[in-house]
């Protein structure tokens, strides 16, 4: 039997590091580390430089470039907000979202805030005022504005309706409709639709739900329905309308109807997580809000 390792040449002796060598490593080891740490912090500012790291924040929270970087400075991003939110609409940024992780956003097309709790409750829990304490109704709120951004998209544009579910049996979005349970929002899938002509943007669009409310209450009275109790915790009438449907000009008698954004918006996003098409005909601008709306 041969010796196996009769062959292998003998290991080269290590030898000691001459005097000034090893700090020299040392240097160039922490110089390669800095420069990836440095790299790193620099990578997830570059959404932030491009402008790119905006994103739709939760009620409260404040909307220009400017604003978005105070925003991150004083959110301590302890996820009270994400808590309490009824709809779960809130999610915390991770690390694929580079600088500012851990700040609360929302994706308005898997899941919108449509203000369930009435009396803004995300305003409410967060403990550094990185949400503005000083919103008091739904209507107050300035998340952004909504656009038509897809108007070829768009069913009612086309004279169609709507029928089914509004994105389909195994989207998991929910929605607060009063009409099934006031307290308990319920997933949109549950709640199938049959229109004419398509109108969700404008049927569910909280501002719109509250104005109809109001209404309702102003005829009827009733100082202790529901409505009204919601009404003292926090969820005043809004005083302007958000979105409307109006007519097209139409020469072949198709009857066709374009979504109108309108003062009142605050841009919650619902009208885009509702719109039916893949591509939604209506997105939120960001960098827009009524007050601004040539932008930041
Ligand atoms: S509650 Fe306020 S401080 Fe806490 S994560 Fe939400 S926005 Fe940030
Ligand atoms: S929900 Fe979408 S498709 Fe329907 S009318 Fe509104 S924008 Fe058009
Ligand atoms: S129009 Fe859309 S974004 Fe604006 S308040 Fe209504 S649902 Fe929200």
Redo the contacts with the bound molecule.
């Keep these: 039997m041969s010796d196996q390792n009769s062959d292998q040449k003998p290991k080269a002796k290590k030898t000691p590091p001459k005097p000034g060598e090893k700090t020299r490593r040392e240097f160039l080891r922490s110089g390669v580390l800095a420069a990836g740490v440095l790299g790193a912090s620099l990578l997830g500012y570059y959404p932030v430089l491009q402008g790119s790291a905006l994103r739709l924040r939760p009620p409260g929270a404040i909307k220009t470039p400017l604003d978005e970087q105070e925003f991150f400075a004083s959110c301590i991003k302890c996820g009270q907000c994400v808590q309490v939110c009824p709809v779960y609409a809130i999610k915390l940024a991770d690390i694929t979202d580079g600088f500012g992780i851990g700040v609360p956003y929302i994706d308005a097309r898997e899941q919108?805030c449509d203000f369930s709790c009435d009396g803004l409750q995300c305003v409410l829990a967060c403990p550094t005022g990185a949400l503005t304490h000083d919103l008091n109704f739904p209507a107050d709120t300035r998340m952004?504005?909504?656009e038509l951004t897809r108007p070829d998209t768009c069913l009612a544009m086309q004279g169609q309706g709507f029928k089914g579910q509004a994105r389909g049996a195994d989207f998991k979005g929910v929605l607060r409709f009063s009409e099934v349970d006031r307290w308990n929002p319920i997933p949109l899938a549950d709640h199938p639709f049959d229109l004419e002509i398509c109108d969700l943007?404008v049927r569910?669009?909280?501002?719109?739900i509250r104005i109809a409310e109001c209404a309702a209450e102003a005829e009827n009275d009733e100082p202790q329905n529901t409505a009204r109790v919601a009404q003292k915790i926090g969820n005043e009438c809004p005083p302007r309308s958000?979105?409307k449907l109006v007519p097209m000009p139409s020469d072949d008698g198709v009857k066709r109807m374009q979504p109108v954004?309108l003062d009142?918006?605050?841009?919650?996003?619902?009208?885009?997580m509702v719109c039916p098409p893949q591509i939604p005909s209506?997105t939120?601008n960001i960098k827009k809000t009524v007050d601004h709306p040539g932008g930041a």
């Design positions: 919108a952004g504005l909504a943007c569910l669009c909280p501002i719109e958000a979105i954004i009142g918006c605050v841009g919650c996003g619902v009208c885009e209506l939120m």
